[in-house]
């Protein structure tokens, strides 16, 4: 699969690279680039090589969930865009959520605007987060020069 450089580049620099592990705001252990999961151990540092493995193999499994899911056809751009979104919140947010029902009326103009509802880490308004979801909003509306 070949996924869209402009997506691998958007998780890279929301996400930054931590060879180390490390226990996020919420005490998940996470490292590489936003990597969680049982491939994380405390301790042991990993390779950037590893890393990148790591993110194109989460980012290709959400990629497949989410055309697997919909009843519509999407745009690259637009699964793009959603593929972000569930990897920083989980692919079971994303099919829970407001955005993929309106995405899946396909309603893109309305979906565009649920990007922005999802900018709280716990109760404060985290300013990266808000970065992210509005260059997600962007990439769905299908303007990849953000």
């Known amino acids: 699969m070949n996924l869209p450089t402009y997506l691998i580049q958007l998780v890279e620099s929301s996400e930054g690279l931590r060879l180390e592990p490390y226990q996020d705001c919420c005490g998940v252990w996470t490292q590489g680039y936003g990597t969680t999961g049982s491939r994380i151990k405390p301790g042991q540092a990993i390779t950037p090589e590893q890393a990148q493995e790591w993110l194109i193999s989460d980012l290709?499994?959400?990629?497949?969930a989410i055309t697997a899911r919909s009843t519509i056809q999407l745009e690259t751009y637009q699964t793009a865009a959603l593929a972000d979104f569930a990897y920083n919140l989980g692919i079971n947010a994303l099919f829970k959520s407001t955005l993929?029902?309106?995405?899946?009326?396909?309603?893109?103009i309305n979906a565009s605007l649920e990007f922005s509802k999802w900018v709280y880490a716990g109760k404060h308004i985290e300013p990266g987060?808000?970065?992210?979801?509005?260059?997600?909003?962007?990439?769905?509306?299908?303007?990849?020069n953000n």
Do not use: D, S, T, Y
């Open 129 to 144: 987060l808000v970065i992210r979801r509005h260059k997600e909003a962007l990439i769905f509306l299908g303007n990849l």
């Open 60 to 64: 290709e499994a959400i990629w497949q």
């Open 100 to 108: 993929w029902q309106l995405v899946q009326a396909n309603q893109p």
